[in-house]
């Protein structure tokens, strides 16, 4: 089992400029995560999906939209990107809502 | 105030030692308390994981819960070099899978050889 994996690992994005970060798991869960960690900051989430059709507003959902493609896959989208998005990307799945499986994070940089 | 607060080190200490770190919370509906451990340029893993008050022990690892003092603590026995890492507390309350988890900032381990 591959459990959570996520494209790109890594990404430099000029300001203004979109792109899609790609989380798939192979652990039949129901709920999804996007979060994000900044130094200082700690992890805060984005946008999570309970199950698959819904999704729902974490802490900080402004500047992204989000698309569960299907039950192992879960997208995060930054239409048009700026500096303030810079960070380390974390996907997450779970069967319970507490014990979550995180991926190996996307690195975004954004000019 | 952060709903969950923890001490973001560094802690530095000798292989062998014994660690505590911790977390203090202010929401008292708070009942399911978890320990993640994150290494370097690598996802959060689950280290622990308890249900309301009292004490859970896993090898080296022992998590515990003081509800009255809205307060956890993890315990790591005879640390070792590959405990380098930094811990984040985490805890939610309610049922249903649509409950979220408050995270800490995080503590920075470093166990010196």
């Known amino acids: 089992n591959a459990g959570v994996t996520q494209t790109p690992k890594f990404q430099v994005l000029k300001t203004g400029q979109s792109m899609t970060l790609q989380c798939a798991q192979d652990m039949n869960h129901n709920s999804m995560y996007w979060y994000r960690q900044d130094p200082g900051m700690g992890l805060r989430l984005i946008y999570y999906?309970?199950?698959?059709?819904?999704?729902d507003k974490g802490e900080v959902p402004n500047g992204y939209n989000v698309s569960r493609l299907n039950k192992r896959e879960f997208s995060l989208r930054l239409e048009s990107a700026a500096p303030s998005q810079t960070s380390v990307y974390f996907c997450?799945?779970?069967?319970?809502?507490?014990?979550?499986?995180f991926g190996p994070g996307t690195r975004l940089t954004v000019t | 105030q952060k709903e969950v607060e923890q001490d973001p080190g560094p802690l530095s200490v000798p292989e062998g030692a014994i660690v505590s770190l911790n977390c203090t919370y202010s929401?008292?509906?708070?009942?399911?308390f978890m320990w993640y451990r994150q290494y370097s340029r690598k996802g959060p893993e689950l280290l622990m994981y308890t249900y309301s008050s009292g004490n859970k022990e896993d090898g080296r690892f022992t998590a515990q819960v003081d509800k009255s003092s809205k307060y956890i603590s993890l315990f790591i026995r005879d640390s070792q070099p590959s405990d380098s890492a930094t811990y984040l507390c985490?805890?939610?309350?309610?049922?249903?899978?649509?409950?979220?988890?408050?995270w800490g900032l995080g503590t920075s381990l470093a166990v010196n050889p």
């Open positions: 999906s309970a199950s698959e059709g819904t999704t």
């Open positions: 929401n008292s509906a708070f009942q399911y």
């Open positions: 985490a805890m939610s309350e309610g049922a249903g899978n649509n409950r979220k988890l408050i």
């Open positions: 997450a799945s779970s069967r319970l809502a507490d014990e979550q499986y």
